[in-house]
């Protein structure tokens, strides 16, 4: 039986962050169930990078991923990890004082974050009907990521530092050994190791239950996506990503398309999930009542999982009832953009250290993010 210092189960988003940030001090082996790690929630994602997105906490976690994503480590990747996009919620006149008070929030947080007024809008976006832009909150620096270039960033940045990874390797059995450890037995062998790193996303529970571990309440939400033709003799290069105040559609350009979602959050169990007609057609309707834009034929579509605990901050820290089981989970609809984040702190936290300087600045503490908050 193969052993090592740290097993990360789940190879998405989550898990290949913390094999990038843990490799260069510890023996890490990364076990994915599927053929290819990315194929569930981090190869579904819209893709953007929002600082005033989220919670508190997960707002200073996402700020806290801004210097790798903006500055990454030279030979990351060989073209910018983010691209200016913006992101822009509007509202009708009813959503005036809702989104002047978030406005104000907002801008206490980021200063460039600015108040937009009908024309604004509509010189931006032109296709929007003026009376669902009658205000605006503009984002500048909301930026489109490649989530592709950083998946296979930290994927090859952990093998570069020793990290070793293992596909088709489904986790069945977690047993906690007598002289202290576990024994992970998978699709691919069994492994042993002191510490194993729970990143299985929407069935982080579900690998929990298998090593005994209290569970903390996974719910994971479906979310739709297509794609669709940009409107004939329409420049949507500029366009920012558009989301209603209510948060009821989103729409932006996406390589010369544009990608729309109804901004579902429909329960439903761990899963290979597939986009339901219904929520296309919903997305349809909310967004051709919002502009001017006639979406004649979906290109693509799918669904993928964002995964919530009851306060939607993620989960990240050693659960009180089993030694040496860390929870990495719960990243919702937020787990690209604070992924290098997440990364360093879990490496951090594996490793008996404190939260790092930077973060901890920025409000994060390790008593929001622990498991022991959701189990009691
Ligand atoms: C439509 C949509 C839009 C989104 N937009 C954004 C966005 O704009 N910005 C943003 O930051 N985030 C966004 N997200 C959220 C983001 O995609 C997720 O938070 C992130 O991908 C979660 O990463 P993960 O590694 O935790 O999960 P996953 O990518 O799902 O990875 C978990 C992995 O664990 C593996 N696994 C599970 N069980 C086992 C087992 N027993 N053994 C071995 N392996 C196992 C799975 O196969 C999977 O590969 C969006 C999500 C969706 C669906």
Known sequence: MQSTDVIIIGAGMAGASAAYFLAP?????????????GYHATG????????????????????????FYFDPPQGFADHPLVTPRGSLMVGAAQDQDRMHALWQELHALVPNVQWWTQGDILQRVPVMRPEMAHCGVFEPDAMDMDVHAIHQGFLRGAKAAGA????????????????GGWRVDTAAGSFFSPIVVNAAGAWCDEVAQLAGVAPVGMVPKR?????????AGCDIGAWPLVIDAQESFYFKPDAGVLLMSPANEDAVSPQDVQPEELDVAIAVDRIETATT???????????????????????????VDAPGFFWLAGQGGYGIQTAPAMGQLTAALV??????DAMAALGVR?????????QG
């Open 223 to 231: 979310r739709t996506a297509f794609t669709t033709e940009a409107p």
């Open 293 to 319: 834009l006639q979406i004649r034929q979906v290109r693509r579509k799918w669904a993928g999982l964002r995964s919530f605990v009851a306060d939607k901050s993620p989960v990240v820290g050693f659960a």
């Open 44 to 67: 579904r994602s819209a893709a953007m990078y929002s600082e005033t997105y989220g919670n508190a906490t997960v707002r200073a976690i996402t700020t806290a991923s801004k210097p």
């Open 25 to 37: 001090h510890r023996r890490v082996l990364l076990l994915e169930r599927e053929a290819q790690p």
């Open 366 to 374: 390790a008593e929001d993010l622990s498991a022991h908050r959701l």
């Open 351 to 356: 490793r008996g250290l404190p939260v790092p």
């Open 164 to 179: 070793q990874l293992v596909c088709r390797a489904g986790v069945q059995h977690i047993q906690r050994e007598l002289a």
